[in-house]
């Protein structure tokens, strides 16, 4: 089998996939277009999110048998026209959860005791103690939406610090010894902490907006490691600016062009964002330690050798 690998990924990638005689090229540089023009001469693609593979690209690329994304999140793939064509779609989510899960935690640890500002105090010769009280994760109830690979592995660790975690799902029946399933309408009248962990979908986009930040019954903390449209910017920034949103943890960000670009724009919300005490900001890490890029590409080459390797 022919592979096109598109993205830089750890090289136990074409190290093990050439071990077991497949055949491989890479292009890390061309561009949408390039990559069209000879899309049909390949049977597989290994890609991250790059290059955007839409209906126009999956009918051309007649040969495809498969594409593996070295990652969690296919929004940047047609999966509709994928499945219609036949042709399998892999993803790794297994290699980077338990990053996404410390992220998450650690970012809710920095903001709510106030860690970054009052190292940044000290070390410009201020002394605060009042004014730098924390606020202690121990207790508060933490609601998820979406409990697959990343809300699991995140309530597993919430647990641990002794939340009582809660979460919404469109699936059934997942409760398990870390968290509790409950209906969107408890979450919004129990959490004090709301995190995402769904993919962005036509239904998702934005749906944290203006009206579901309303009926959230507590002031709470926000947390998003899952995608910046998956959140209305504009209604985030009033929600912190009325005292709605306590802090807000944004891994993602709605105005990233992609996750290897810069921010796709400046705005009046986006600047607020990136000013305010009460929120902090990472370039779409989450998923990306020294552990997970290893993680990830074992995982993707275990599933396309298991389908695939005669
Ligand atoms: N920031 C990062 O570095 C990073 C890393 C990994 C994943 N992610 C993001 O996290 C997302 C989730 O990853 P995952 O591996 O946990 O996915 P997953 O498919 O394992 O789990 C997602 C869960 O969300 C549920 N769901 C889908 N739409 C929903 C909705 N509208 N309301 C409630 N539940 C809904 C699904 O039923 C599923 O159980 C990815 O799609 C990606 O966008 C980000
Ligand atoms: O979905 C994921 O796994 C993460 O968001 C990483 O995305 P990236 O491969 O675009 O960096």
Redesign the pocket.
Known sequence: MKILLLDKNHPLITDQLLAKNFILEEDFTSTYDEVYNKIENYDGVIIRSRIPLDKNFLEKGKNLKFIARV?????NIDIPVAEKLGIQLI?S?EG??D??AE?VVGMLLVLMNRLFIASQEVKNGIWLREENRGDELMGKTVGL?????????TAKRLSGFGCKVIF????PS?SDEYATQVS?EELKEKAEVLS??????E??YY?IDGPFISDMKNDFYFVN???GK?VETKALVEAIKAGKVKGACL??LEYEKS?FEHLETENEDLKYLLESEKVIVTP?????TIQSKEKLAQVIVDKIVASFSK
């Open positions: 990652g969690a999140g296919m929004e993803n989510p980077n959860r990053s996404v992220h939406i979406g409990y697959g690979n990343m809300g699991k592995a919404h799902d469109i699936l997942l969107l995402l962990h769904i993919p962005l979908t239904i998702s749906l490691t899952a995608r998956n891994d993602v996750s779409h890490i989450a998923g990306w």
